[in-house]
């Protein structure tokens, strides 16, 4: 995926249609951090705030359905991608490449919530396994879409 073009409130990428596939497969993950990990307090006591705490759950997994909905919606939309040679254009608003963004951003931070956590540094090794290769390309698939679009939001000089 790439920036072709950029005005004040819309960018387009060129996309493959492998990406756009890609693109797809990872979307279906979200939501993908659990309500759960999202605390109202670390530091009060669990029992005195849990009636609290299950109300925020609650409220979390609602956004994120609804979420998970309108970002279908948003891009099934018609001409959200126009076909292009062997691939698409991909035009996306300011807002909607920043709401995008934050989908992603979930799906790379819960899989890696997934994954245990792992130190992550470079020349650290993660053991993959059957059960963890899935979330590790997920988050590393994620990461790539974040890149190209968070490059859009910064022009070269």
């Not at 659990?34 to 609650?58: C, M, V």
């Not at 490449?97 to 931070?109: A, F, G, K, M």
């Not at 994954?115 to 698939?141: I, R, T, V, W």
């Amino acid at each position: 995926m790439k920036l072709i073009k950029q005005t004040e409130k819309q960018f387009v990428f060129r996309i493959s249609k492998r990406e756009k596939q890609l693109l797809f497969e990872i979307l279906k993950l979200y939501p993908v951090i659990p309500a759960a990990y999202h605390r109202l307090s670390r530091t009060a006591d669990a029992k005195a705030i849990e009636a609290d705490q299950r109300l925020l759950e609650e409220a979390l997994a609602e956004q994120k359905k609804q979420n998970r909905k309108q970002l279908m919606a948003m891009l099934t939309e018609e001409n959200r991608f126009v076909a292009a040679g062997d691939g698409y254009r991909l035009t996306l608003s300011t807002h909607q490449t920043d709401w995008l963004l934050q989908i992603l951003n979930d799906i790379s931070v819960g899989s890696w919530l997934k994954l245990g956590s792992p130190d992550l540094k470079p020349g650290k090794q993660l053991k993959l396994n059957e059960k963890n290769a899935y979330y590790h390309f997920s988050m590393e698939c994620s990461l790539l879409f974040q890149a190209t679009l968070l490059s859009a939001f910064d022009p070269p000089a």
